[in-house]
DNA sequence: GGATTTTCTACCGACAATATCACTACATACTCG
DNA sequence: CTTGTATGTAGTGATATAAGTAATAGAAAATCA
């Protein structure tokens, strides 16, 4: 209830030391990119809390889950707003200590844990009563309000497969989503905020921009300035909002499928490239109801939708999508 | 001393082959003749072994006109007499390799294409914009062999164009192109088929006049076919009037040499030998336009195809056909008789009328028919677009004169059998990878129209047949031959109308005539057409329903679609079968979608006459499988024309004169055991229901793990499916491809890896294939066993069903003792004791049991007449060969080269000797050796001491460790990691202590071979300024060639040079190890970085490898891959002379590379071979021949050096971290690395000190720098703060090599158990 | 030139990533002087 | 008619693609600043 809080100021190292100290020397948490700017952070929490107009009171009810802190800038912004409480997953052992110390003196209000928000298992024990058991809520036509995801995505290919599945998990209310309509912040590197955000027809348009048009609302909230990251990269901070409708009707292993083989062309017309979902697929192109004459990246997640419904529902479809992409060789 | 007397006899012996087959006007032929024709008794091979013979000229002069150091007889190598050429960097290498750029093999391929096809009017358009664009390369690569042909395409067809032949003749000269014979035949040719003699005659009179080419040589040309040799004869009618003295003279030239080629008497059959081959002058569209649409054959070639049609059918009536025109069909009209099959089906069918057999008409065939039917349309819709190009198609214009070189139903065949044949293929369910499919069927195009208008085998091998003494299995051969001689005689005119029909070339077709090889562009290209042409038409009724309205309808599904994968998140274009297609392949017998190509031969091969000569009778086959590498084939090639690979050859054609038959008992079985359906032996279990997959775990819909895991279960069961498919597929094929030969005798083609092992080209069937292949094969020939091949039969049956450690009493013994077993296994084999099921090899085990049983029953088992193979194996080949190059004594006791009671097994050894570390650290206390104490089988190291001698690092060799601990399943599996490494390191310890030797060996090869692929010729580095040159006249030469090149390549000048220097060379490292056998053979190791392009098809893009990119050796894979190549090329070797060896003894002989087999009676004869070859192989100093060929080969290299400098500016030469690089991971583990340690003893006093400033160069004493390490110094350096590197190049030089043995290599004549 | 990051990790038989975009050089069309 | 400019295009090189790289380590080559 005490909204007025002792602000909290994170440590930040120079960029030497930075280098020396936190960055990952093994190649397993390789470019983990953190900010080292309190005030990109405190701006960034002030457009944030303008465009959800969250109410201290509804702060206070919030719990806030926050993967790779880093430093601990935007955990510390995060404090300063407000928050009734603050898991922050840190993984990488100088930062957790890092967090651990603001922690100290956060009045249990920031709780470090030693988790990475990429393993699965993170998410089945934040499940926990002890965690956010008792914050979670079954339907999605109301947004959950306890519960708040946020964190700093790393800038490399597993930042992109946890964006990726993020998406994923909304559409099938899994792991973190399986816990409500949870409402996420997430500081994304610039590329891949373009290909996450890419409407269509433009050129990053993707597999994952298509899941996320058809399951959240985006929008951008702040980028980073200068040399707010450290190392010096251009982050965006974005506010993803699960619909209370997610645009997939069709069953996400087919969805999955038709996806993924469409936009193995994606400037090419859908009239052609429906040929490879399967022998003879060109057969559903009359049971659509719009244009076929289509390039793929024109499309909308609903048109996609749709024509994954129609595949399924295609009596001579291939039984079997799941493709063995693994060659494992044998002794 | 037998290896010399072998050179003689295999050189006296390929004589007689030779003649056989040869063709008397071929010109690299005439060469073979030359080294080939000398005076040669051929009693002296079979009888007297004398050791002067080496010594006599016949001998000398046979093995090599060449060798001019004899001095050694018994040397096999021919000293200094390497094919050696400039390293593939330098310029000298594009010219004497003629490697066409691919720009320009493309458009030669095309070409060609429209050359042969007539569409002369397109073929000039492509010369004039050769020349125009690339004129410096054509001026390397064009020849008169291309020009001739070229020339030829305007006089060929029954529009001769001679004026333009005329003028293009004079651009050949005014190219700088020496008209040859051939070109004079073709304008003569040319102008006589119009008309015009006065021209003709003055080309004649202008030749005569002006070259030196002989009249004769005009007519016996190659590209006139006999009818039109007569033409010439007309000439002479013609120009009889004249009274020229020259005209004259000219004449009688002229009719002498008709004379010769037609014969005197000739004038006589003018008239019907002409009605005979005039269809064949009908313009190629012509002929097909006017074949009816079911029946793509004429009268004539129906009738001949139906009767080989039912002989393939019915292997009986086959017996009674002439196996040579049996072979000559299934080779030329593979095709036509698999398509004659779903004719013949659908019409006998048709004819019944009836309903009823209507449906035994198998569906898989009756949809192929449809498909065929439906697919000739779009070939010819496209054909016709492919004519009438509008505007510049670029597609169209380079795939489109490829589709008319055979007729579309062939087209057509060709590809359903490809795509059939590669079902499963490339690891993908269900499909194939896009990219091999429409590569291999352009590659079966090719193959096809070279194997139909390729004529020049067929002339020569009927011409050729003379009747002549063979040795023992050439007898049948020939009396084979005669056969087909007489059949030829009396049913000449049937037979020759039959091939000439698909003849464009008027019989026209020699070596003397341009055919250049496809580049897989031009594959792949013409591959995606036919394929996407049937991709869309062949289709499947399926009945299915609109989901939407519930109405039923039919749905036409494509066969095969294409579609794409990720492999690791890149894609892979595929095409996939349709269910519906998998389900009807997988309903029945491959039978009749049998893949016609490269079947084993029902007669015997032709001999390998040239490296790219022999083999098959029609197909054009290379002796050695090359791998995407120029030099390779160069190498090759070089080696081939100068007469240095003839006993290889001769090994290979004794391989191929095995003559075999299918086992019929065990093929009974296999049949029974098939239809069963259920898993015997190696055969899989037929799925009769889809396997069921695994529940969903609760959380499935939550966890995203738990999805994944149950997405893996899926995976992994949907793989062991496609792996238990294709592995019945796998039967079905051999199962199928012995059904056909049951009744008739197999030979087998050999030809080579690069490392000169041999391999039958046959691919389903043969006996290096699985245990189901080899009990499915035996000898045709039967010996009567005798006594000592009883013996060894009941030896071999306890060696086949696993009793093979045992001395050979002791085996003797155990198949007496189990005899009950075996007849058992004969009487009730599926439904006995089935003892032979348990056996190591099962199905050679029941072969055995047949014959053993066979030969009991008999009565009187020593006259049995026996056809069973028996296999005689080398121990651990690989060490052998080690340790006979190092005279190891211990190593060459634990391999059975010193003789022994018993066997020696390495594994065992092994196993006994870390078993014994293992005991003592355990005493010790170390947990991990606790905990292994006594677990540790032969099992466990076999595999990692078998693939030691490939080189397996300490990282492969802990996996397979780890594999065989995991599978004892005693060990805690948490610990099964760890305890693996700490096992591996023992593993390797324990073989550096027995087999140093080899160790050494292995690490000296290792080391030059890295010192070779790291290596630059002195010239690259002067011309990149780096070193100075030689001379001034050097440099101007040099300067003068960058101006040249600057000239030509003014348009894109964007040359990018690449920093050059010692420290980063390896964009410039361009040199492979190059090695020669002691049979001669070159052997060049391809690895090199990988230069793909993307191609554009017409079903997607493909990746390919550009083979004019000389692209950088990988240095890694060259040295780490030397060991183990070098050392099998060495059992190659060995494995040949012995072939050779073997078969002057008049033995029956075969070999999976190191088991060497025979008949039974046969085996102590063997054996003796065997051991004598390997004695005279290892007889030579082969290390010193492979230290001296190296620094013949490399004189002149740099090598890239790195050396500290310390504080005071004195260098002190060291090689950072480069000498001991050489001992990797494994050998790290055991002993000191050889090299260091001898150099250290060899040459540690010597002053490392060197002058910095002349450091570069002319130093001889830097190689030994390279090697040394002192370790001291390194200590040193480590305190001091400042290092200083200096990078520079010296002088390629190799380390001494390691000091052989005392082991005396004639022990192995008394080893019982070197090969047992 | 020194340090850091990536890439291997057993030989041969038997190979194989591809769509798309940005950019360049070149050819053609068109226009203007 | 020539020349210059705009436009179109063939060819080339770079980049993204998927996604739990199930575990482990150590040297050599490639890349970077």
């Known amino acids: ?331 | 001393m037998s290896l010399p007397l072998v050179r003689q006899a295999t050189t006296g012996n390929r004589n007689v082959l030779l003649r056989q087959y040869t063709k008397a006007n071929s010109l690299s032929l005439r060469q073979r003749l030359a080294t080939t024709t000398l005076p040669f008794d051929r009693r002296c091979a079979s009888t007297q072994l004398t050791r002067s013979i080496s010594s006599t000229p016949s001998a000398l002069s046979a093995a090599s006109a060449l060798a001019e150091t004899p001095h050694h007889p018994s040397k096999v190598s021919y000293d200094g007499k390497h094919i050696i050429l400039p390293n593939p960097s330098r310029p000298a290498f594009k010219q004497a390799a003629k490697v066409l750029p691919s720009g320009i093999s493309e458009q030669f391929a095309i070409l060609n294409a429209c050359i042969q096809t007539g569409a002369m009017d397109r073929a000039e358009r492509i010369m004039n914009e050769l020349y125009r664009n690339r004129t410096e390369e054509m001026k390397i690569f064009v020849d008169a062999q291309i020009f001739n042909t070229f020339l030829n395409g305007f006089v060929q067809g029954n529009k001769p164009q001679a004026n333009d032949c005329l003028a293009w003749f004079d651009r050949m000269v005014s190219y700088g192109i020496t008209p040859d014979a051939n070109t004079y035949a073709i304008l003569v040719k040319g102008f006589l088929k119009m008309g015009s003699y006065h021209t003709a005659r003055m080309l004649l009179q202008d030749m005569r006049k002006n070259t030196n080419n002989q009249m004769m040589d005009v007519v016996k040309s190659d590209f006139l076919a006999p009818n039109e040799v007569k033409g010439f004869r007309q000439l002479i009618t013609e120009s009889q009037n004249s009274n020229q003295v020259e005209v004259q003279e000219l004449l009688r030239e002229l009719e002498l040499a008709a004379d010769n080629v037609l014969g005197s008497e000739s004038s006589s059959t003018v008239a019907d030998k002409n009605t005979r081959t005039s269809p064949a002058v009908i313009a190629p569209t012509t002929i097909y336009e006017n074949i009816p649409e079911a029946r793509p054959m004429d009268a004539i070639g129906v009738k001949f195809l139906q009767e080989q049609l039912s002989a393939l059918q019915n292997s009986e009536e086959a017996l009674k056909m002439d196996p040579f025109d049996l072979q000559m069909a299934l080779e030329k009209q593979g095709y036509e008789v698999a398509l004659q099959r779903l004719v013949h089906m659908r019409e006998a069918s048709k004819e019944r009328g009836d309903t009823l057999n209507a449906l035994h008409l198998s569906p898989l065939k009756k949809n192929m028919w449809d498909w065929h039917e439906k697919v000739i349309p779009l070939l010819k819709e496209e054909i016709e677009k492919c004519v009438n190009i509008k505007g510049k198609d670029v597609e169209r214009r380079s795939y489109g004169p490829f589709l008319t070189l055979l007729p579309v139903e062939k087209l057509s065949i060709i590809t359903i059998l490809e795509l059939l044949r590669l079902h499963n293929s490339s690891g993908i369910a269900d499909g194939m990878k896009t990219a091999r499919a429409v590569i291999d069927v352009g590659k079966a195009v090719e193959m096809e129209y070279n194997a139909t208008y390729m004529k020049r085998n067929n002339k020569g091998l009927r011409g050729g047949y003379n009747i002549q003494n063979m040795s023992a299995n050439g007898k049948e051969f020939n009396m084979a031959v005669q056969k087909a001689l007489n059949k030829q005689q009396e049913d000449e005119a049937a037979t020759e109308a039959s091939i000439s029909m698909d003849n464009k070339n008027d019989g026209v077709q020699s070596s003397d005539i341009w055919n250049p090889v496809w580049p897989s562009s031009i594959r792949a290209k013409v591959g995606s057409v036919l394929t996407s042409l049937l991709i869309e038409s062949a289709k499947i009724p399926v009945p299915s329903y609109n989901p939407d309205t519930g109405e039923k309808i039919t749905e036409h599904i494509p066969a095969f679609f294409h579609t794409y994968q990720y492999v690791r998140g890149k894609r892979v274009g595929i095409i996939k079968f349709s269910d519906q297609l998998t389900q009807l392949v997988s309903k029945e017998p491959l039978r009749d979608t049998l893949h016609p190509r490269l079947m084993p031969m029902i007669v015997h091969p032709r001999p390998w006459l040239h490296y790219n000569d022999g083999g098959y009778l029609t197909a054009k086959s290379i002796c050695m499988r090359i791998k995407d590498s120029p030099e390779q084939q160069i190498y090759l090639h070089k080696a081939s024309e100068n007469a240095k690979i003839d006993h290889v050859l001769k090994g290979l054609d004794v391989l191929g004169s095995t003559k075999w038959r299918v086992n019929k008992n065990v093929f009974d079985v296999v049949l029974e055991a098939w239809n069963s359906g259920e898993a015997v032996a190696d055969i899989p279990p037929a799925i009769t229901e889809a396997i069921r997959l695994p529940e969903k775990p609760s959380d499935y819909d939550t966890d995203p793990k738990a999805k994944f895991h149950w997405v893996n279960k899926v995976k992994e069961i949907q793989n062991m499916e496609k792996n238990y498919h294709s592995l019945r597929c796998d039967v079905n094929y051999k199962v199928e491809t012995a059904r056909a030969f049951l009744n008739l005798p197999m030979y087998f083609p050999h030809n080579m890896d690069f490392r000169g092992r041999a391999y039958p080209i046959p691919p389903t069937l043969n006996h290096l294939g699985n245990d189901l292949c080899r009990g499915l094969l035996c000898f045709d020939e039967a010996k009567p066993l005798g006594e000592s091949g009883w013996r060894w039969l009941k030896i071999h049956m306890a060696n086949l069903y696993g009793y093979d450690k045992h001395s050979f009493t002791e085996r003797e013994r155990f198949t007496v003792e189990n005899m009950d077993n075996i007849l058992d296994s004969v009487d009730n084999p599926m439904t006995g004791q089935k003892w032979w099921l348990q056996a190591e090899a099962p199905w050679q085990c029941l072969s055995a049991c047949y014959e053993v049983a066979a030969a009991v029953r008999s009565g009187n088992p020593l006259e049995f007449e026996s056809r069973l193979p028996v296999h005689q194996d080398g121990t651990c080949n690989g060490l052998q060969h080690y340790a006979a190059l190092g005279g190891d004594m211990a190593g060459a006791r634990a391999v059975n080269l010193a003789p022994g009671d018993r066997p020696a097994d390495v594994y065992t050894g092994v196993a006994d000797l870390v078993n014994k570390l293992v005991e003592q650290e355990a005493e010790e206390g170390n947990e991990d050796a606790i905990l292994l104490k006594g677990k540790i089988s032969r099992k466990v190291v076999k595999q990692t001491v078998m693939t030691n001698v490939y080189g397996v690092t300490f990282i492969g060799a802990r996996a397979q460790i780890e594999n065989r601990l995991k599978e004892r399943g005693d060990i805690p599996q948490e610990r099964v990691y760890s305890l693996a490494s700490y096992l591996a390191k023992k593993v390797f310890s324990s073989l550096g202590e027995m087999f140093n030797g080899a160790q050494n060996i292995q690490d000296w090869l290792t080391d030059s071979a890295r010192r070779i692929a790291r290596s630059v010729p002195k010239d690259t580095l002067q011309e990149t300024g780096i070193l100075p040159f030689d001379s001034p006249e050097q440099e101007q030469r040099f300067l003068a060639r960058v101006e040249n090149e600057k000239m030509k390549s003014r348009k894109n000048g964007k040359k990018v040079t690449k920093t050059f220097s010692a420290r980063n060379p390896s964009a410039n490292q361009m040199t492979s190890v190059i090695w020669t056998t002691p049979l001669g053979l070159p052997i060049v190791q391809p690895y090199r970085r990988t230069g793909k392009k993307q191609v554009t098809t017409l079903l997607q893009t493909v990746f390919i490898e550009d083979p004019d990119l000389s692209r950088p050796v990988n240095a890694m894979k060259q040295s780490t891959a030397f060991p183990p190549n070098f050392i099998h090329s060495l059992d190659a070797t060995h494995m040949l002379m012995s072939a050779v060896a073997c078969y002057e003894k008049g033995l029956t002989f075969a070999s999976v590379h190191d088991s060497y087999w025979t008949h039974a009676c046969c085996v102590d004869d063997m054996n003796e071979v065997i051991r004598d070859q390997f004695i005279e192989l290892h007889s030579q100093p082969i290390m010193e021949n492979l230290h001296a060929e190296f620094m013949e080969r490399y004189k002149d290299y740099r090598l890239p050096n790195s050396e500290e400098v310390d504080q005071t500016d004195k260098a002190v030469t060291k090689t950072k971290k480069r000498a001991s690089s050489s001992k990797s991971a494994k050998s790290a583990a055991t002993a000191a690395s050889p090299v260091s340690a001898e150099n250290e003893a060899l040459f540690g006093l010597a002053d490392m000190q060197l002058d910095e400033e002349n450091g570069d160069e002319d130093d001889d004493d830097l190689d030994l720098d390279l090697v040394n390490n002192d370790v001291k110094a390194d200590e040193d350096d480590k305190t001091s703060s400042s290092k200083k590197y200096r990078y520079n190049w010296v002088e390629l030089a190799f380390a001494p090599l390691p000091k052989k043995g005392e082991f005396d290599i004639n022990q192995v004549k008394d080893s019982d158990y070197f090969f047992h």
């Open chain 1, 1 to 331: 209830m005490s909204s007025v809080r002792s602000s909290l100021v994170p440590k930040i190292p120079t960029f030497e030391t930075w280098s020396k100290q936190f960055r990952g020397k093994t190649p397993r948490n390789l470019p983990r990119c953190t900010i080292a700017d309190v005030e990109t952070a405190e701006i960034g929490f002030k457009r944030l809390r303008q465009h959800t107009k969250w109410t201290n009171v509804q702060l206070a009810e919030l719990t806030a889950v926050e993967i790779y802190p880093g430093l601990g800038v935007w955990t510390s912004a995060l404090f300063n707003g407000g928050f009734n409480s603050i898991y922050s997953l840190e993984p990488n052992v100088p930062y957790y200590k890092q967090i651990k110390s603001l922690a100290d003196k956060s009045e249990g209000v920031i709780r470090p844990l030693k988790k990475d928000g990429y393993d699965w298992e993170t998410y089945v024990e934040l499940k926990d009563k002890a965690y956010l058991g008792s914050l979670m809520t079954r339907a999605w036509n109301k947004v959950n309000q306890n519960i708040f995801f946020t964190g700093t995505l790393p800038k490399s290919s597993k930042g992109e497969q946890l964006l990726a599945q993020f998406a994923t998990c909304i559409v099938n209310k899994m792991a973190l989503h399986s816990m409500g309509r949870i409402p996420m912040a997430l500081w994304i590197p610039d590329q891949l905020y373009e290909k996450f955000t890419a409407s269509r027809g433009s050129k990053a348009r993707c597999k994952m921009s298509v899941v996320t048009e058809a399951c959240a609302e985006i929008d951008l909230i702040y980028s980073t300035q200068s040399n707010a990251m450290y190392p010096k990269e251009l982050y965006h901070l974005v506010y993803i909002l699960p619909r209370p409708i997610v645009k997939i009707k069709a069953d996400w292993d087919v969805f999955e499928y038709v996806l993924k083989h469409l936009f193995v062309m994606q400037r090419f017309s859908l009239n052609k490239v429906v040929r490879t979902l399967g022998p003879g697929a060109d057969i559903i192109l009359d049971r659509l109801s719009f244009d076929t004459n289509i390039q793929i990246c024109d499309m909308t997640a609903e048109q996609i939708d749709q024509v994954a419904i129609k595949f399924d529902q295609w009596p001579l479809r291939p039984q079997v999508l799941i493709e063995d992409s693994n060659p494992r060789s044998l002794e």
